[in-house]
């Protein structure tokens, strides 16, 4: 909402300045956008009086004028036709910048003659669009004065409202606060009757539940025309198109008062009644907007006997408004139930000041002063003979006294505010304080408890009072404050930005087909409002969206991507259907090297997969991979070069792999692209000890040694199933076996594979004799041979 | 007898020239050697008398001790020179590049919402977690939020569709609704990670994604706020105050940052504040603790008793604050990103630039980043 400094005096006697109220409105909790300051532009310009003007010498359409200016008498040269001798105008000194052409003005000869200033039209000004001359000003403006009090244009204040404070909606109601706050006084408010003469004869009718209060008037013989100039300026000032006297005053009361009124042309009002009801279904109407809209049974409208006039609290209806032939006008001052007024503006897609006000609640108790002073104004402006006021419901009760300990105050703010200024602030603000009762106002119907009460005196006194006052020390949870699962969360990140990864943070949602793909896509995870319809549906996995980052990076030219993401999936909508999951995805491109070809990108993924489980302290996993034709991964998952990780046959802690070349295509990526996902929840937490001491270390003095192995199995046999067993073999003496090398070909029968293994072994008591080695070397073998019927190479 | 003055010489010339070990060896074996030209000479020391022993004994000593030593010289000199040659020949060009590494980086929103842990933790706070899909209770009614009020509109809820129970779950659209699960106990099952009712006194920070439909330079649909929430029974608005003035001071790094309480409005608070720092936006971008403008950066106030209330506490005995900051926009402001929706783009070259080193974890000894 806007409103200027003058419009404010009308109400606040106050010597404050655009900036000092700004100021104290902030601190009062009103947010200022914005002040449009048009004097700030205009600070150089001033009224000047043209003594004299002759013709240039050296140029047909140049005069040179001598001019009576702020600075003394100047010799001006100036083009304009107007320019002649006694005109009131304004002029611009050397050096000022003149906002509609850009210019800084310079002492520089025009065709021999030196100009010491300039003469300018409405344009250079920017006040207006006449550009055939200078401005012409009234003879009575004194030499000197600002162009800005010339045009009497002041600063305009735009702000926000919250929507608890609706009585902030009228200048009043900023007054009010302001005054409080100790920047000026508050002119009386009230409202004086204006006595009728004879009943309003038009009967009026309200149905409780859509409109509780309805007071209306009848006038007679006005005349409607344009408003006089001192209104169509001070509406124009804060954004409003003048329209007519009738209309304009109800504006005029909407913004001073936040008393939305609506004016009805008499004559077009059908069955001597007007009623506020519910719509009828399919009942339609034209509103003042042009618009036809249909008034369900949700809305309040308003009616005659034929029908719909006006949607209540929102817009009034083409077929009543009133004209410049308008004689008798029907003015209603009504209450409209703010939830429903707030429905209403969302059902039909329709807002409007008076809609804005209503849904945010208008002063109750104003229904019928609003009436009254919307009824001098239109005698003041338009004449006429008024009825008497006629009222039909009731408008809702006022608000509840309620107790109020001062002492609260400085417990929940911790601000020392002696009472009797807790009472002064208060009273100041239109509550009534009895001892320790206190009634809020009817325009306060936000304020219902004591901490209301509290906010009202912290922010009149001003929060920039509140001591800063340090938290009370409290015991830190011993070992941090990061549960294991946070703590978890935050090592992971770290843990792959070290091994290379780059962190990316990436939508919940995702379009429901890619959902789909991923084994998601569930009715009940489709958001019903989506920002886009390609996010509408919550995320089953975080790899589409890695795919997608990945193939938008390669298609700028950035082709070798390793992405990572912690963050959360959607199983359903309930609580425990939400997983933590670290997803992780290589793009191998990776530049060529003259060191030689690197090896299969996919270990290096698995590695890091692996490292990243450990420094998540997860127990030892099994690795399951599907046989030929598909394996135990999901299904976007390449079958072949994918494996899950798990924890017993249910648990599923992690899957790895290369992406199916087809879900690829689908999400319009370049392929390969290797990834994993790891469910964070599924990894179990360490039992809590008691103590940070580490189990004892027992380090053998005998030296470990190595013996190589090579098997021969079949080629289908993975290798893990061949290590597992030679581990097993003598779990006392084997301390690791790894496989170092696999081969196929010359040398090794066809649908065979040689697997070469490095096994380690650790004697524990005494250094093995070889014959201890030999029948060690033996258990392997056989050990090897009866879980895969692996036989030693020869 | 031999002339020992010569045969040292000849001996000494041909260790000398010895071009290899090999030669060297030759030259050791012809002297030192079972018949070698010294060892027979020694030999022949046995038969004579013990006057000519006097004599010649030390001298034959002498030669044999000097032409050893010779050899042993000799020796070290041609394996250094060996050794000098292998290592010629293993010479690499290292303006060759290396095998390219990735950068890996944290997240800047990630690394902020650490820099922000570790600040509340040394003050005591706890983290607390909710759910992303929340039910209407949670996000909107316990929280003060009349039903149908103005106030839910300017939150640009998203919804899920009606359940059976003609309800519709919401994606939250802030991490207030952790308030509640801190401080009430719900009968629902809930995963051990969800907020699930403690006894005040409470305090907790909140950091989570939060949802609203809205997109420009400033919104995006998703975003990430950090709430916190202290109760006990004597915390004023003026601990408030202290709070967040301390955190930005920390945050930013710097003692200069001008801080400047207003009134504002939030149903789940009463008194409710913002609170703006000074800035300066002359320059197109925002320079913290300095200009004459002020930015809005955190919402904050004492709880409603209505929340509380709702929660099961009576707000005669126990009362609080709640603040509630935007971790991505913190993030802009400290680091200078112009754009939030650059934060979820996934741009490499823009993770690379703004993002953080795995070792930049905020500690007191380096700092925050």
């Known amino acids: 909402m806007k409103f200027t400094l003058s419009w404010l005096k009308e109400h606040l006697e106050t010597v404050a300045t655009v900036d000092q109220v700004v100021n104290a409105m902030t601190m009062a909790g009103l947010e200022v956008e914005h002040v449009e300051n048009p004097a700030a532009k205009l600070a150089a310009f001033s009224v000047a009086k043209v003594v004299e003007a002759v013709q240039h010498p050296n140029a047909d359409r140049l005069r040179v004028c001598q001019v009576d200016t702020v600075d003394g008498r100047k010799e001006i040269v100036c083009g304009a036709p107007n320019a002649r001798a006694g005109l009131t105008t304004i002029y611009a000194p050397l050096g000022a910048y003149v906002p509609g052409s850009g210019i800084t003005l310079e002492a520089r000869p025009v065709r021999g003659v030196v100009s010491n200033g300039m003469l300018c039209s409405g344009r250079e000004l920017e006040v207006d669009s006449d550009a055939d001359g200078i401005v012409e000003l009234p003879d009575s403006l004194e030499v000197g004065l600002p162009a800005a009090d010339a045009f009497g244009l002041e600063a305009v204040i735009d702000f926000e409202v919250t929507p608890n404070r609706p009585d902030w909606l009228g200048v009043v109601g900023i007054a009010r606060d302001l005054a409080a706050a100790g920047l000026g006084t508050l002119k009386d408010p009230s409202v004086a009757p204006v006595p009728g003469k004879g009943p309003t004869t038009i009967e009026i009718r309200v149905d409780g539940d859509a409109c509780p209060v309805f007071a209306g008037r009848l006038i007679r013989g006005v005349k409607n025309g344009p408003s006089p100039a001192w209104l169509q300026r001070k509406l124009a000032a804060v954004g409003l198109r003048p329209i007519s006297a009738l209309v304009d005053i109800t504006n005029l009361m909407s913004y001073d008062r936040c008393r939305p009124l609506h004016v009805y042309d008499a004559a077009k009002l059908a069955g001597g009644f007007i009623e506020a009801r519910l719509g009828k279904p399919g009942e339609r109407l034209e509103a003042l907007d042009g618009k036809t809209y249909e008034a369900g049974p949700e809305v309040c409208v308003i009616a005659d006997g034929s029908g719909a006039v006006g949607l209540g609290g929102v817009m009034g209806g083409e077929s009543t408004k009133v004209s410049e032939t308008t004689t008798d006008v029907f003015v209603e001052s009504a209450y409209f139930d703010p939830i429903r007024t707030a429905q209403t503006g969302r059902t039909l897609g329709l807002t409007s000041d008076a809609q804005y006000r209503f849904a945010r609640g208008v002063d109750t108790g104003f229904v019928v002063d609003g009436l009254e002073m919307a009824t001098r104004l239109i005698l003041d402006l338009c004449g006429g003979e008024p009825c008497e006021v006629r009222v039909a419901g009731h408008a809702p009760a006022p608000p509840a006294a309620f107790e109020f300990d001062h002492a609260y105050v400085k417990k929940l703010s911790g601000l020392d505010v002696p009472s009797t200024r807790i009472d002064g602030i208060l009273t100041a603000l239109g509550f009534e304080v009895r001892g320790e009762m206190v009634t809020p106002p009817t325009w306060r119907r936000d304020v219902d408890g004591k901490a209301d009460l509290v906010e009202e005196v912290a922010r009149i006194e001003g929060f920039d009072a509140l001591p800063a006052e340090p938290l009370p020390e409290m015991q830190h949870p011993a070992g941090g404050v990061l549960t294991v699962r946070q703590a978890r969360m935050r090592n992971a990140r770290r843990a792959m930005a070290a091994r290379g990864y780059a962190e990316a943070v990436t939508w919940s949602f995702m379009r429901t087909a890619w959902a789909q793909l991923f084994g998601g896509g569930d009715e009940k995870l489709r958001l019903t409002n989506p920002i886009a319809s390609d996010l509408d549906c919550m995320r089953p996995s975080i790899l589409p969206n890695l795919i997608e980052a990945a193939a938008r990076n390669a298609r700028q030219g950035f082709a070798d991507a390793a992405l990572f993401e912690v963050g959360p999936t959607f199983k359903g909508d309930q609580p425990a259907d939400q997983l933590t999951i670290v997803a992780a995805l290589i793009a191998p491109h990776a530049p060529r090297s003259w060191a030689g070809k690197a090896a299969d990108p996919l270990f290096a993924l698995k590695a890091d997969l692996m490292a990243l489980l450990e420094e998540m302290g997860a127990p030892n996993l099994q690795i399951a991979q599907g046989g030929q034709g598909g394996g135990p991964a999901s299904s976007w998952w390449h079958p072949g070069r994918s494996a899950r990780l798990q924890l017993g046959p249910k648990t599923v802690v992690a899957e790895f792999g290369e992406l199916h070349p087809a879900i690829l295509k689908a999400l319009d990526a370049e392929g390969p692209m290797l990834a994993f996902e790891l469910d964070l929840g599924a990894i179990p937490e360490p039992k809590k000890k008691a103590t940070k001491t580490k189990p004892a270390l027992t380090l053998s003095s005998l030296m470990p040694l190595s013996r190589d192995f090579a098997f021969l199995v079949d080629q289908a046999t993975p290798a893990g199933e061949l290590v597992r067993p030679i581990l097993a073999a003598d779990k006392a003496l084997i301390a690791n076996a790894r496989v170092f090398d696999v081969y196929q070909g010359k040398g090794v029968p066809e649908g065979q594979k040689s697997v070469a293994i490095e096994v380690t072994v650790q004697p524990t008591e005494k250094t093995l004799t070889d014959p201890e080695i030999e029948a060690l070397s033996a258990r392997i073998v056989a050990a090897a041979e009866k879980a895969v019927g692996a036989k030693l190479r020869s | ?369």
Request: glycine share 8%; hydrophobic share 40%.
């Open chain 2, 1 to 369: 007898m031999t002339d020992l003055s010569k045969l040292e010489a000849d001996l000494s010339a041909s260790i000398a020239a010895a071009a290899d070990v090999a030669a060297l060896e030759a030259a050791r074996i012809a002297a030192l050697g079972k018949s070698g030209s010294v060892s027979e000479l020694l030999k022949t020391l046995g038969a004579m008398s013990p006057d000519e022993r006097r004599e010649l004994g030390p001298l034959i000593n002498g030669l044999r001790d000097r032409i050893a030593g010779a050899i042993a010289g000799r020796k070290a000199e041609l394996e250094a020179a060996e050794l000098d040659a292998k290592l010629a020949a293993e010479r690499v060009d290292l303006t060759l590049p290396p095998a390219p590494a990735r950068r890996g980086r944290v997240h800047p929103t990630m690394q902020v919402l650490d820099e922000m842990i570790a600040i509340f933790a040394e003050m005591g706070f706890g983290l607390a977690e909710g759910p992303d899909i929340e039910d209407d209770f949670h996000n909107f009614t316990a929280l003060n939020f009349p039903p149908k009020h103005p106030a839910r509109e300017m939150h640009d809820t998203f919804w899920l569709p009606e359940d059976d129970r003609g309800e519709r779950k919401v994606l939250r659209t802030h991490t207030s609704p952790v308030q509640i699960r801190t401080m009430q106990r719900t009968n629902e099952k809930l995963p051990a990670w969800i907020a699930n009712g403690q006894e005040p006194p409470i305090r907790v920070i909140v950091p989570g994604r939060t949802y609203r439909s809205d997109s420009d330079a400033t919104h995006t649909p998703m975003f990430h706020q950090m709430e916190g929430l202290v109760i006990d029974k004597a915390i004023h608005m003026g601990h408030l105050k202290w709070t967040l003035e301390t955190f930005i001071s920390r945050f930013f790094e710097t003692p200069l940052v001008e801080t400047r309480f207003r009134p504002h409005h939030f149903p789940f608070t009463e008194p409710s504040a913002e609170m703006d720092v000074r800035c300066d936006r002359s320059g197109g971008d925002v320079k913290i603790g300095q200009g004459d403008d002020w930015m809005e950066i955190v919402g904050c106030g004492m709880v409603h008793p209505n929340v509380l209330r709702n929660c099961g506490l009576d707000p005669d005995v126990w009362q609080g604050f709640a603040f509630g900051f935007g971790i991505d926009r913190l993030g802009m402001l400290k680091y200078g990103m112009p754009d939030l929706r650059d934060m979820f783009a996934s741009d490499v070259r823009w993770l690379e630039h703004y993002g953080f080193s795995a070792f930049a974890a905020p500690n007191p000894a380096t700092g925050l980043s």
